[in-house]
């Protein structure tokens, strides 16, 4: 491995010129959308503008559990001076529009289409006694059955109209949206099941290392570790995962001990089905590297940058069997794997799915004085005080804990071995 660091700007743009290519043959190779089934919509991000073919709400509905009435039958109405008005029909949620009379009251449930003649609602609240008399649902009205109405409700009062939050037409979703829970249910109301999204990055994930458990049964984090001595669970392997899915990306995932020729096998069978290739673990100055002894023959370089955590790096075009595949590989310490992600790869990807690059960031002071190696870019972990500063935890590649607590990537540029207290910063939001 190279003594000379590459600077981590240098090796950002080393990986972007990497995958550039990448994305622009796969743009021209693939569709330019996908359909997707409504269950798997979460995440993804809309092609093209989506339209309701249908108004939103497409009937008038009542807002309230009450009784449909028309404004001028009730106009007088007052807690002393209540007007009196015979039961109508029942209309509740899913039923078929009825057609109201005049001079009554229509019992009507939240969400069920406002029968025909009425214009208004009076909540059962507002009523003589304030609850609904026994109902049949679907049946006859009660000749003998009245009601007591102690408020006046003006024409369209718990009215929800026909196409009050969307007329026939409108635009749902604008292209380049990503597919929120929220917005899931707004393409559902439409009645849009099936969706034209853009297709994924298919990422492979590997995961190195002899150290790392096999064990897969299921345990709840209160029960002991069934560990044994100088095992660790994976933890790469899901967090680094969760991160290319949340940035776009359709992940599959492999495990391999440190045996080089094993891993060049298992890619041998599997490389042509995916458009990337990251890994973690064995790429440093060890004498059991995998990655890089697997790796280094078929075309990948490995390096060192100046940064803390996160300082050997590996990337490069390998060639398999099954064709040539670009790799991305970072360190195995979990807190140095997902630092590399975020500083190099996940930013791409997110651009490639058509979703912001680069997480929010802001400048803040810090809370305490600190120090920082002065040949390295230091990516710190931080918590957001009261006051808006930010103070740091430790420098440690391995502490994953206060990683999954912290509420941003703290930078401290190299050339500098000194943070005074309120010194700016610049800040990456993370964890929200």
Not at 290 to 315: I, K, T
């Amino acid at each position: 491995m190279s003594t000379n660091r590459r600077l981590i700007e240098t090796h950002q743009q080393a990986v972007r010129s990497l995958l550039t290519p990448v994305f622009k043959r796969l743009r021209a190779a693939t569709p330019d959308s996908v359909a997707v089934d409504s269950p798997e919509l979460l995440g993804r991000v809309v092609a093209m503008e989506v339209t309701t073919a249908i108004p939103l709400p497409p009937f008038d509905n009542s807002q309230m559990d009450g009784y449909a009435v028309r404004a001028e039958d009730v106009a007088t109405a007052s807690p002393s001076l209540p007007v009196t008005l015979t039961l109508g029909f029942t209309t509740a949620a899913g039923d078929s529009q009825l057609t109201h009379v005049p001079g009554t009251a229509s019992p009507v449930m939240t969400g069920a289409v406002i029968p025909l003649g009425a214009d208004a609602v009076v909540p059962v609240e507002l009523t003589l006694p304030p609850r609904f008399p026994k109902l049949n649902r679907r049946g006859e009205p009660d000749p003998t059955g009245n009601v007591d109405i102690a408020s006046a409700a003006p024409a369209g009062q718990f009215v929800r109209k026909r196409g009050e939050d969307a007329p026939s037409g409108a635009p749902i979703l604008p292209a380049g949206t990503r597919l929120t829970p929220t917005r899931v249910g707004a393409l559902a109301a439409a009645g849009c099941t099936t969706v034209q999204v853009l297709p994924r990055l298919r990422v492979l994930l590997c995961s190195t290392g002899d150290e790392i458990s096999q064990v897969s049964e299921p345990t709840q984090a209160s029960e002991p570790s069934q560990l044994e001595i100088g095992k660790i669970h994976d933890a790469n392997t899901p967090m680094l995962a969760a991160a290319l899915r949340e940035a776009g990306a359709e992940v599959d995932t492999l495990r391999c001990g440190d045996q080089a020729g094993a891993l060049q096998e298992a890619l041998a069978s599997v490389s042509a089905s995916y458009d990337l290739i990251i890994t973690s673990g064995g790429i440093s100055a060890g004498a059991f590297e995998v990655v890089r002894e697997a790796f280094a023959p078929l075309g990948a370089e490995f390096l060192s940058v100046a940064m803390q955590p996160g300082g050997p790096q590996g990337l490069g075009e390998i060639v398999l069997p099954g064709g040539a595949v670009p790799a991305v590989c970072f360190p195995g310490n979990p807190v140095s794997a997902f630092i590399s992600a975020e500083c190099f790869v996940l930013p791409l990807l997110r651009e490639y799915a058509g979703l912001p690059a680069e997480r929010p960031r802001v400048q803040r002071q810090l809370a305490h004085d600190t120090s920082s190696p002065l040949e390295k870019h230091q990516v710190r972990r931080g918590r957001i005080e009261a006051d808006g500063r930010v103070s740091l935890s430790g420098p440690g590649s391995h502490l994953l804990s206060e990683l999954a607590l912290a509420d941003v990537l703290v930078q401290l540029p190299l050339g500098q071995d000194s943070f005074l207290e309120n010194t700016p910063v610049e800040t990456w939001r993370i964890n929200d």
